[in-house]
């Protein structure tokens, strides 16, 4: 029995088919018939449904429906649809069809639909009218063919000139079959991870299969490059196509030739990464030239989340040039071990370690990094901290390492151990209400510091045989480098705080005070005497426990005051000048005197002169300070700022604040209590950003005395002798500022219309011509560019000779693109003092469907390389390339290493 039902015009048709064969009433075909709902399974009463009529269900219906919904199949279509009902039940569909079941959804121009089968059949009009092939859907992956046969029950299909989309990759296959969602076999396959119109290089196989889109295996393969097959064959091969770094696997290596003894030819981050677990990862590289030269650098990392992360990095080369029995022979070793730490104990205790250990030499043999080859020092450190649950009390634990390579000077600061206590105030009362008294608000402060002190300075600096770690454990290895015998010091100090704040009850003048108590405990004290055969003073270790302690008061003046101008100028109203002068005085005895114990005096020479010296000032925290200070210290801070007022075309005025200067202060001080140059220098700084997107820091210093011939000053002011009111002494400034212009999101913006599959049965398709068309026919291009500029400027002055001075202008982070695919970053600088370039690099990138071309190099100074590059973007068959004869030579390096950039 065939029943043919047509709907004319662009509505949808939605159809539900019975499990037994319903009554049906012709439909009026002059008339528009209501969208018609059928769903597979379910029972219906006799009479049938008419088209273009709505029929009422019955409650049991409605629940039947409700329990089949899970395993209901939905179609629809545009233009019309046809049923058969013979020995199978058969749906045609035409126009946008669309049909969908939990397992998939399938769009085409015509549907076949086998109820009977749970089958869906969809074909293309042609091969070559790609509109037209249906598409297939499943958890978001498209499968696009020109021939479709589906059943949505088992979930398996075959298609035929099929299209797949893999994670990081495309597959097109002659003939596909799915017995499952997660296994499909190919015959004739192409994987490639360019798109399928931009195939620029491809494998081509046989017999392939995908399990879980993740993995693909394939037999009788050829590599493509631009449909030029590759003369070699691969009788079976496998594709990660879902890489992940968690994979343990060779990495990359790469062919190098570096026109120098100490290299030659060689090979390049030949190496292996080793995945062990979700928390912990290692990786080994090596780089091994044909002169003998190798540098080696592995790397593990660890991590647990919320508990504590870290790595451990070594690194050692051992560069050589010509044979050891030519002459002229060198070998140079460079070693390097760095680790990182940090973990979470409890959530009031932490414990953190950045340990760098290395020889002078190794970033400037082994690094592209300009930070890193310009760094002349090294540093590490050991922290643990804790802190009281209610903030009673905080402790600390740690240790740090400083290397100096120039001087090759060594400094181990710790075991250094901080206790501080919470601010507390002794007479804090509970009256609330009450006119609060002076004496209520008296904060104390308490910690104390434990600290020991590790110096190694050999006197053969870098021709000593002996390092700083041996002679760290050996006191006689040490006096015999150093030539002295103050090999480890400790001292442990106490500070106490007693201030009060708002002493005058006053809104216009701020009255502080306070009392600070230093106590130094020390387990040796020096002793100098003065040797007359050899005419010098000797310094001695006397070993006993000793204490002393000093003290000091201060007291100060701080208030604010306004100026206000109504003063205009074009957008800008008023101007507001704050005025935050502070004065304060200090006292502190002078513990050089006799009563005290601390100082000494002694003979330096044969005349029978003699000098004071401290018997602690070789101490780890020093100790009490010679003369006595009755010292007024005073400044004042300058704060300027305005109003800028706008007015647009309504009338609405909108007003902002502006700082024109957001601090302009001088400082100076006088000591009473010396016998001669009472003034110390005076300091000013500016600081302003009050034009957009510039900030601006000047600083100056200056002295108000005149100098002798030595360049000593003395007591007499300089403008006394000279037209100057003060001596300049150093001057600084520098100004900032990013920069960024271009950028997207100027002019009109052009969109690509969403994809829609060819239908001929749907006329909509054909839409009215786009009315921007040859008005705007090109999208504009606008290149975006950032870059951050500073220069700074410094000038020291020095008697009797050219000041010194130093101007460098550097523009950081250059970043642009020349065209929409090339990218250009890169940094500059220059020094007007030397009129030179400073070192640069520069990194040039051009991004191409499925390749990446980047150029770097760096033209200027001592350190000039090039390096470049051609990679395919995924990273999935890259190894295969890098690998593969004649194609392993699209990376080229030249440097004075070799080693090709790895951070920029």
Request: glycine share 6%.
């Amino acid at each position: 029995m065939l029943i043919l039902f047509v709907f004319i015009g662009s509505r949808n048709v939605h159809a539900q088919v019975e499990t037994e064969q319903p009554q049906i009433t012709p439909p009026d075909t002059t008339s528009s018939a209501s969208p018609l709902n059928t769903q597979q399974g379910g029972e219906q009463p006799p009479g049938g449904i008419p088209a273009g009529a709505n029929t009422q269900q019955t409650a049991q219906n409605r629940s039947a429906d409700r329990q089949a919904v899970e395993d209901a199949v939905n179609f629809q279509a545009r233009d019309s649809l046809t049923f058969t009902f013979g020995e199978q039940r058969i749906a045609m569909l035409y126009g946008a069809a669309n049909v969908s079941h939990e397992s998939g959804n399938l769009k085409a121009g015509t549907v076949e639909l086998n109820l009977d089968k749970s089958q869906l059949q969809a074909t293309a009009s042609s091969a070559q009218d790609t509109l037209s092939h249906p598409v297939l859907t499943q958890d978001d992956q498209e499968l696009r063919s020109t021939r479709i046969l589906f059943n949505y029950e088992t979930e398996r299909g075959k298609f035929e000139v099929a299209e797949i989309n893999v994670p990081d990759g495309h597959l097109i296959g002659t003939k596909v079959k799915n017995v499952s969602r997660n296994e499909v076999f190919i015959e004739d396959g192409i994987y490639s991870t360019c798109p399928p119109e931009h195939m620029y290089y491809y494998i081509q196989a046989k017999r392939m299969k995908v399990v879980d889109e993740e993995e693909i295996f394939f037999t009788n393969a050829r590599l493509f490059i631009l449909d030029i097959p590759y003369p070699l064959i691969f009788p079976f091969g496998y594709v990660p196509a879902g890489f992940e770094q968690r994979r343990s696997g060779l990495l990359e290596p790469t062919y190098a030739f570096q026109n120098t003894s100490a290299r030659g030819i060689g090979l390049q981050n030949l190496g292996w990464f080793q995945y062990f677990s979700d928390y912990f990862t290692a990786q080994t590289s090596f780089d091994i030239f044909t002169s003998g030269t190798f540098f080696n650098e592995s790397r593990m990392q660890y991590r647990k989340t919320g508990d504590f992360n870290g790595s451990v990095t070594i690194g050692y080369s051992k560069e050589r040039g010509l044979e050891p029995t030519d002459p002229g022979f060198t070998e140079t070793t460079t070693k390097r071990i760095s680790v990182n730490h940090s973990q979470e104990l409890s959530p009031y205790a932490s414990l953190s370690a950045n340990i760098n250990l290395r020889t002078a030499d190794y970033f400037r043999r082994n690094s592209f990094d300009l930070d890193e080859r310009a760094e002349t020092s090294t540093t590490s450190r050991v922290s643990y901290r804790y802190n009281h649950p209610e903030n009673l009390y905080n402790f600390s634990v740690s240790s740090n390492l400083n290397q100096q390579f120039a001087t090759n000077t060594t400094r181990l600061t710790g075991p250094e151990m901080n206790f501080s206590v919470r601010q507390f105030s002794p007479f804090e009362s509970d009256n609330t209400g009450m006119e609060e008294q002076w004496y209520e608000r008296v904060t104390v402060n308490y910690r104390n510091n434990f600290s020991s002190r590790y110096t190694f300075q050999p006197t053969a600096a870098d021709s000593a045989k002996i390092n700083w770690f041996d002679a760290l454990f050996d006191p006689q290895k040490y006096e015999e480098a150093t030539g002295n015998d103050d090999h480890l010091q400790y001292g442990f100090i106490q500070r106490a705080q007693v201030s009060a704040g708002q002493l005058i009850p006053s809104r216009f003048l701020n009255v502080s005070a306070g009392i600070n108590y230093n106590e130094y405990w020390y387990p040796a004290t020096i002793r100098k005497e003065f040797n007359e055969e050899e005419n010098r003073v000797e310094t001695f270790k006397e070993r006993s426990f000793a204490t002393t302690r000093d003290f000091s008061t201060n007291l100060s003046f701080n208030t604010t005051f306004y100026g206000i101008s109504q003063i205009k100028a074009g957008s800008f109203e008023g101007l507001r000048h704050t005025v935050r002068p502070n004065i304060s005085f200090s006292y502190r005895p002078d513990f050089s005197s006799d009563q005290w114990g601390i100082y000494r005096e002694v003979q330096r020479d044969t005349l029978g002169n003699t000098q004071e010296y401290s018997i602690f000032e070789d101490a780890v925290f020093g100790g009490p300070g010679a003369g006595e200070q009755r010292t007024m210290s005073f400044g004042v801070t300058n704060i300027l700022e305005t109003k800028r007022v706008r007015r647009d075309s309504t009338g609405e005025v909108k007003s902002n604040n502006l700082r024109l200067i957001d601090n302009l202060s001088a400082t100076s001080s006088y000591n009473f209590a010396a016998d001669s140059l009472n003034f110390g220098r005076m300091n000013v700084s500016l600081s302003s950003s009050a034009v957009n997107n510039f900030r601006i820091r000047a600083s100056a210093g200056y002295s108000f005395y005149s100098r002798d011939e030595n360049g000593r000053e003395i007591d007499r002011f300089i403008w006394q002798d000279t037209n100057k009111f003060l001596q300049p002494l150093n001057y600084s400034l520098s100004v900032s500022t990013d920069i960024t212009l271009g950028g997207r999101g100027r002019g009109a913006r052009i969109t690509t219309p969403e994809y829609r599959p060819y239908d001929p049965y749907d006329q909509t398709f054909f839409s009215p011509v786009d009315t921007r068309f040859f008005s705007q026919p090109v999208q504009g291009y606008s290149s975006g560019f950032r870059m951050g500029l500073d220069f700074s400027y410094r000038w020291t002055y020095r008697h009797g000779r050219d000041a010194r001075k130093s101007a460098v202008l550097n523009a950081n982070n250059i970043q642009f693109n020349l065209t929409p695919k090339w990218s250009l970053r890169t940094r500059l600088g220059y020094d007007f003092i030397e009129k030179e370039l400073t070192p640069s690099q520069f990194s040039l990138n051009r991004q191409m469907v499925c390749w990446n071309l980047s150029f770097n190099f760096n033209p200027f100074g001592e350190f000039q390389y090039y390096a470049f590059r051609l990679s395919l973007s995924g990273g999935q068959i890259q190894s295969l390339f890098q690998k593969l004869p004649l194609l392993n030579n699209l990376e080229r390096s030249s440097s004075p290493n070799g080693r090709v950039p790895r951070r920029y």
